[in-house]
């Protein structure tokens, strides 16, 4: 049992009162640095599927290249070859949008924005106006980031649907040639 004598407890509820939007703030840049972060690990492994997507395109569209040169065979097989090469380089070039996008935004504040905020003394700089500034510009970033996303999605799976598309069009378009060619 409780002593009735004992002065009541106490519990903390953390920040609050004027302490509380400082506090919410904080939260929201690590809420929002963490959301950041997600889009980078979403977008590496986009670009981790075009690898993949590129490293089985570029060794087949080496011996595709060969093939329409070759003597040996049919006109039907040559055509397979060239259907089977444009397949290749169509989804290693969709693929090239992923790797080459080089507009992400990141956590980070540059050192120049840092010098400006050091180096004012005049007081209208506050922990909480900064801590503001910066969770608008992750905001912005996290928009950024999540467009990119959202185009470099489309291109890995259009690259990887043409490299499983290709074999099917390419031996199709060769019986196209024998039953309907010379």
């Given at each position: 049992?409780?002593?009735?004598?004992?002065?009541?407890?106490?519990?903390?509820?953390?920040?609050?009162?004027?302490?509380?939007?400082?506090?919410?703030?904080?939260?929201?840049?690590?809420?929002?640095?963490a959301c950041l972060a997600e889009t980078q690990s979403s977008r590496e492994s986009l670009v981790k599927t075009v690898t993949s997507v590129i490293g089985w395109c570029l060794p087949i569209s080496v011996v595709l290249v060969s093939?329409?040169?070759?003597?040996?065979?049919?006109?039907?097989?040559?055509?397979?070859?060239?259907?089977?090469?444009?397949?290749?380089?169509?989804?290693?070039?969709?693929?090239?949008?992923?790797?080459?996008?080089?507009?992400?935004?990141?956590?980070?504040?540059?050192?120049?924005?840092?010098?400006?905020?050091?180096?004012?003394?005049?007081?209208?700089?506050?922990?909480?106006?900064?801590?503001?500034?910066?969770?608008?510009?992750?905001?912005?970033?996290?928009?950024?980031?999540?467009?990119?996303?959202?185009?470099?999605?489309?291109?890995?799976?259009?690259?990887?649907?043409?490299?499983?598309?290709?074999?099917?069009?390419?031996?199709?378009?060769?019986?196209?040639?024998?039953?309907?060619?010379?």
């Amino acid at each position: 049992m409780t002593d009735p004598a004992a002065p009541p407890l106490e519990i903390d509820v953390g920040a609050c009162g004027e302490d509380f939007p400082l506090w919410a703030t904080r939260e929201a840049v690590k809420s929002a640095e963490a959301c950041l972060a997600e889009t980078q690990s979403s977008r590496e492994s986009l670009v981790k599927t075009v690898t993949s997507v590129i490293g089985w395109c570029l060794p087949i569209s080496v011996v595709l290249v060969s093939a329409p040169l070759s003597s040996l065979l049919s006109v039907p097989m040559k055509t397979a070859a060239i259907i089977g090469l444009a397949g290749c380089v169509s989804s290693m070039c969709v693929g090239v949008y992923v790797i080459c996008v080089r507009t992400w935004a990141h956590a980070g504040i540059l050192p120049a924005d840092w010098e400006v905020l050091i180096t004012d003394y005049s007081g209208r700089f506050t922990e909480i106006s900064v801590l503001t500034g910066r969770l608008k510009s992750l905001e912005q970033g996290i928009a950024d980031n999540k467009r990119h996303l959202r185009k470099m999605g489309k291109c890995s799976r259009l690259s990887v649907c043409i490299l499983i598309t290709t074999p099917v069009v390419a031996v199709l378009g060769g019986f196209m040639v024998k039953i309907f060619g010379r």
